[in-house]
């Protein structure tokens, strides 16, 4: 397994991208924090110094759907730590509203958010590490990828199904050209966090501690693909692929 000593996390000031900063931090990682939220990085980085003096946490203010500042603030991060060996792109958004009822600006701000903020992301750490020739790109998607699904979810599972063939199909190129360039999809099941706060109760939801865990492990694993925690969510992930469909809109 290769250590991955600095690591960018967009996203960073809440939830999971939070989570996995603080998981990072004691492990002993560098970080590059950034997100919309400057007062809440800050904070996060003086937590982190605190508690772990030996490292450096680095944080920028981002607008991910801003994409010359997502050029602009990876390089810059690049520059504060020295170099990137992980990039983790977690920013994103839930919101959404049945297609069709009059909410298209909600559905597109969860596509621009989502996919084509993702796609800017992922350029910018892909430059750094096509320069570099090596790195390790982790795009967080959702088990939503797994198929389409109804109602306030359409435009979500649609734009998660995106990132997941996004990553994919960076993989399949630095496989075929045998670049050593690591990457990594995430499919999260669903994490207690403030996203899904409003969300109506599962029994299928984990805390943010087990969730972030669980990711942190399959990102230091450098696997391909993980769906997380994989329990229930690698069996879950086969019938949601599999049911029939009207079977999946009950469920959802």
């Not at 203010?61 to 977690?90: E, K, P």
């Not at 839930?94 to 969860?110: E, V, Y």
């Not at 496989?175 to 990457?183: E, H």
Request: charged content about 20%; some cysteine; proline content about 4%.
């Amino acid at each position: 397994m290769t250590v991955r000593s600095k690591i960018l996390i967009t996203g960073a000031s809440s939830g999971l991208g939070e989570g996995m900063a603080r998981t990072f931090a004691a492990l002993g990682r560098d970080l590059a924090l950034c997100a919309r939220r400057a007062d809440r990085l800050q904070a996060l980085r003086k937590e982190l110094l605190a508690a772990h003096p030996g490292i450096t946490v680095s944080v920028r203010s981002l607008d991910v759907n801003d994409h010359q500042q997502v050029f602009d603030v990876f390089h810059a991060l690049r520059a504060d730590l020295g170099g990137l060996d992980r990039v983790i792109v977690n920013a994103g958004l839930g919101k959404g509203k049945p297609i069709g009822t009059g909410r298209f600006d909600a559905n597109l701000q969860t596509a621009q958010t989502n996919f084509t903020a993702a796609l800017a992301q992922c350029e910018a750490a892909m430059k750094i590490f096509r320069a570099q020739h090596c790195g390790h790109l982790v795009v967080v998607s959702s088990m939503s990828a797994m198929r389409g699904l109804p109602r306030n979810l359409t435009t979500y599972a649609a734009t998660k199904a995106g990132v997941s063939a996004l990553a994919e199909g960076i993989r399949a190129e630095m496989t075929a050209t045998r670049t050593p360039i690591a990457v990594t999809t995430l499919h999260p099941g669903y994490i207690a966090t403030e996203l899904s706060a409003g969300a109506a109760k599962t029994p299928l939801m984990t805390s943010t501690e087990n969730g972030v865990r669980t990711m942190v492990k399959a990102i230091e694993r450098e696997r391909p693909e993980a769906k997380v925690p994989a329990w229930p969510w690698v069996p879950a992930g086969f019938l949601m692929r599999h049911l029939p469909l009207r079977l999946i809109t009950k469920v959802t």
